[in-house]
């Protein structure tokens, strides 16, 4: 079983609509991060969160550290948006555990 | 700009072949890492490094190995050893892990191997 464990694998969306995407995790956690990889598969950090909500833009990303979930939001979804979509865990010692990443494809 | 950097983007070995990729860094992070990403899975953690002239195996260390003579530098070589090198390979850095503290990781563009 992994550490993390992201739902849905594939997400296909009309542009506009809102999207969620979801994150378990089984491990105790320093802190909870969104990534985003793109087709040409470089990543970036999207959220590092430890408790709570942060929102940039039109991207909101909670946690629920007693129920061990995070979900990525994101509002009035872009074909730019397009790209997989990676939840990861790290622990004190700064050590990641990935998720398999979701992919996610918006059409205009 | 500071940033990581890997190169190549892409490269092609014949089997048997040791590799070397590359990945430097000017965030003047203390910490870098080395993952493989393959598809359907996770990224997995084959070395890092936390302080020059140390480094750690991670989850799937055998067939490479990688050195750290200089912060800014950490590259990876495949050996003739790994019986799967063709992949993705990721490199990132971030602020040396402390146990009050958590980082971001800075990811690199990425070096796609193939081996026949």
């Known amino acids: 079983k992994n550490e993390v464990e992201q739902s849905p694998q594939n997400l296909t969306a009309q542009e506009g609509e809102f999207i969620t995407i979801n994150c378990s995790y089984s491990v105790g956690i320093s802190a909870l991060h969104w990534l985003q990889q793109h087709p040409g598969g470089g990543i970036v950090s999207l959220f590092m969160?430890?408790?709570g909500k942060k929102k940039h833009g039109r991207l909101i990303a909670t946690i629920n550290i007693q129920e061990k979930h995070s979900s990525l939001h994101i509002t009035a979804s872009h074909p730019r948006d397009s790209a997989v979509y990676i939840c990861?865990?790290?622990?004190?010692?700064?050590?990641?555990?990935f998720g398999t990443g979701t992919s996610l494809t918006v059409i205009p | 700009d500071g940033g990581i950097t890997q190169s190549p983007k892409y490269l092609f070995r014949k089997e048997g072949q040791n590799v070397t990729l590359s990945c430097e860094q000017n965030l003047n992070h203390d910490a870098m890492y080395w993952y493989r990403q393959d598809p359907g899975q996770g990224l997995r953690l084959i070395y890092y490094?936390?302080?020059?002239?140390?480094?750690q195996k991670g989850d799937i260390a055998e067939g490479y190995s990688v050195s750290r003579e200089k912060k800014e530098s950490f590259p990876l070589t495949v050996t003739s050893a790994q019986k799967n090198p063709t992949a993705f390979y990721l490199c990132a850095s971030s602020k040396a892990p402390k146990t009050s503290g958590h980082y971001e990781q800075y990811f690199g563009p990425g070096t796609r191997l193939t081996v026949t």
């Open positions: 969160l430890s408790s």
């Open positions: 490094s936390q302080i020059v002239n140390d480094f």
């Open positions: 990861a865990v790290s622990n004190t010692g700064n050590q990641f555990y």
